[in-house]
């Protein structure tokens, strides 16, 4: 049967070579029985089959569903809450913060620990502890306990730290940048948005219909199971495919995919490219103006909208998720035409847009609006920025620790604006009239990155590939390899002190966030 001459590894090659001449000086005997000598090393760098990579991407996109139903919860019950708790808005932004601090704590370790031992292993033991803390949470939401809450959500957070850079570890050591990678993730990513949708639009009719909003987070625990049952067929799963089939390469540069390494790579973690900092740029403030609007929009809805709860949740999970359909297509279109620096500059611009209107438009029609403008622009944002991140390495063996970097710049990020988006809102009796403010700053940085991305990549190659289609990439591979050897040759002292001074800039700005957490639980519960 015809593999797909994409796949076809360099040592399946070589194999291939290597019988023909045989061919040309043996017998045809001696030349089944060599074949037959080589059947188990030829079997160990068959290349993936495409049904076992779309089954892969099924079982992970299942395992997301779970994972993003539970995560769409908590801001849909804002308001329903703080009442039952008896908490405010700086107490609530602590609650969620706390998950951002355990990430921001352990996200690194944890990366780098994904690339020694692969996803599927990580995945396996993450979604346990996550379910541990779903449980505990769903127990301080019966007895009203909101300090318990806060030690559930750090539990739940430890499986959470070990999750979320596994399933895009699996992705990478399956699908090349410009062939499939995007792809999966939109697919995924498309996925979880159904979920996130389900999980929000369905939170506040769940608490009233039951008469407790502790049910809410009961529900959440039965899909943990349902997450971590599905975690165990593709541990299962990623075993078979490891013993049956090896070797799959870049199709443009040759480099050899790989789901774990031998070693832990602490230096090579130290050496990530300036392309992947400026991508890094981007999201720290896109991502984060996303997660703190995303956190507050149901509330934000009922105030706006002049609503109920429930009838909230369904207008902020509609406008929020309705891009759900954008997100696959725009994978292919990133694998087939590139063009990712445009799609993050158009997230930027778009986003920018519907935080100015939510902040100088209080009324329906503005809202609306500006809801509508965020759900078609940000999903151009988390595939891209995730696809973009992969392509700017020049060494995929520490894909999982540098999506780690990226996880742990958005958390500590997302605790300073949630803690003083917190305090403003208190101040400012509850209104939204004053915070999104903030959220208008941000989203206009993020413009001026991406503006600045789009400059930069007309002078510099190390950036210009991410806009490469897939012919051109594989067209120009060689290229990418000279810029590859340049990064790991004459240029590699210049390189580290780069990379060394953006990893400062990172820790500053972890223990910033630190310092922000630290000073909301001080202050919050005095608020």
């Known amino acids: 049967m015809a593999q797909d001459p994409v796949f076809v590894p360099a040592d399946a090659e070589a194999n291939k070579e290597t019988h023909v001449e045989a061919g040309h000086k043996n017998t045809a005997v001696a030349e089944v029985d060599s074949s037959q000598s080589d059947t188990s090393s030829q079997r160990a760098t068959q290349p993936v089959p495409l049904s076992w990579k ?54 690194m370790l944890s990366g780098v620990v994904t690339d020694r031992i692969g996803g599927a292993g990580a995945m396996l033991y993450g979604n346990a502890i996550y379910s ?29 730290i070990a999750t979320q850079v596994a399933q895009y570890k699996v992705f990478s050591s399956w699908f090349a940048p410009n062939n499939g990678f995007a792809s999966t993730l939109g697919f995924e990513l498309g996925i979880g948005k159904i979920g996130a949708f389900a999980g929000k639009a369905s939170a ?28 165990g067929v593709f541990y299962w799963f990623t075993r078979l495919a490891n013993r049956k089939y090896h070797g799959i390469d870049d199709p443009a540069t040759g480099e050899k995919l790989q789901e774990k390494s031998k070693k832990l790579h602490f230096k090579k973690v130290l050496q990530l490219p300036w392309s992947f900092w400026t991508v890094m740029a981007f999201s720290l403030f896109q991502t ?98 995730i696809d973009s991140t992969r392509t700017s390495m020049w060494d995929s063996t520490v894909f999982g620790s ?45 413009v001026v990155v991406s503006l600045g991305l789009t400059l930069i990549s007309w002078k510099s190659i190390d950036l210009r590939h991410l806009q490469w289609s897939r012919s051109k990439r594989i067209a120009r591979g060689a290229e990418l390899n000279e810029r590859r050897e340049l ?25 910033g966030s630190w310092c922000a957490y630290f000073w909301g639980v001080a202050t919050g519960n005095n608020g």
């Open 54 to 107: 779309l089954a892969s991407v099924v079982l992970v996109t299942c395992i997301g569903f779970g994972s993003k139903w539970s995560s769409g919860v908590t801001g849909a019950m804002k308001s329903t809450m703080k009442k039952e708790l008896n908490i405010n808005n700086t107490q609530f932004s602590i609650l969620e913060a706390s998950e951002d601090f355990m990430v921001t704590a352990l996200m």
């Open 132 to 160: 541990v803390g779903s449980i505990l949470v769903a127990a301080a939401a019966q007895t009203r306990s909101y300090k318990f809450m806060i030690g559930g959500r750090v539990i739940s957070a430890l499986g959470d």
């Open 204 to 231: 506040n009719i769940i608490a009233e219909r039951t008469g407790d909003f502790a049910w809410v987070f009961w529900v959440a625990v039965f899909m943990n199971i349902f997450t971590n049952v599905m975690t």
């Open 288 to 385: 984060s103006t996303a997660v703190v609007f995303l956190q507050n929009a149901t509330e934000l809805a009922e105030q706006r909208f002049k609503t109920s709860s429930i009838t909230a949740g369904w207008y902020s999970a509609v406008l929020q998720y309705a891009g759900f359909f954008v997100v696959p297509l725009l994978g292919v279109f990133l694998d087939l035409f590139g063009q990712r620096i445009s799609a993050l500059f158009f997230c930027g611009v778009g986003v920018f847009a519907s935080m100015l209107l939510v902040c100088f438009s209080d009324n329906v029609k503005g809202t609306a609006a500006s809801f509508g403008i965020f759900a078609f622009s940000y999903c151009f944002g988390p595939t891209t920025i």
């Open 402 to 446: 540098a999506y780690a970097v990226k996880i742990t710049m958005n958390n500590a990020m997302n605790i300073i604006v949630r803690v003083v988006t917190g305090r403003i809102q208190d101040a400012d009796n509850n209104s939204y009239d004053k915070v999104t403010i903030v959220y208008v700053i941000l989203a206009g940085c993020s």
């Open 487 to 511: 990064f790991f040759g004459v240029n590699k002292a210049k390189n580290m002190r780069t990379s060394l001074i953006c990893f400062g800039v990172l820790i500053a700005l972890v223990l």
